[in-house]
């Protein structure tokens, strides 16, 4: 059964990069779909980017366009989202998913911290 395993994450100062690691452990199929969720304290998971396996398309909420970005390397089984210039409302527990459909979600990772001091 497949399982996504993230690593990354951290602490942070308001401008600064982080990166975040999912590695599935079986491949996937091309159509399969691999995003990243991230919830807050008090709020409600909210959808933040995912890639298509096979045709590497890419999408991003608005709030993160432009700052973050996520690519896949098919031989390692690996999804990575790079943030740059981050924010103190990109504070949250980042969770790598995936699915066959849109939204990406019937596997989850374990879930990441990510902080950022203003």
């Known amino acids: 059964q497949l399982q996504l395993v993230e690593s990354g994450g951290g602490l942070v100062q308001a401008g600064g990069s982080l990166t975040l690691s999912c590695t599935a452990s079986?491949?996937?199929?091309?159509?399969?779909?691999l995003g990243w969720f991230r919830q807050a304290p008090g709020k409600e998971r909210e959808f933040v980017a995912a890639?298509?396996?096979?045709?590497?398309?890419?999408t991003y909420a608005d709030s993160v366009k432009g700052r973050f970005t996520i690519s896949r390397d098919r031989p390692s089984r690996t999804t990575t989202l790079q943030m740059t210039n981050l924010r103190p409302e990109d504070t949250a527990v980042y969770y790598c998913a995936g699915g066959t459909t849109w939204p990406p979600q019937d596997k989850w990772g374990q879930g990441a911290q990510v902080t950022v001091s203003s």
């Open positions: 890639i298509r396996q096979g045709a590497g398309t890419t």
């Open positions: 079986e491949r996937t199929y091309s159509s399969y779909i």
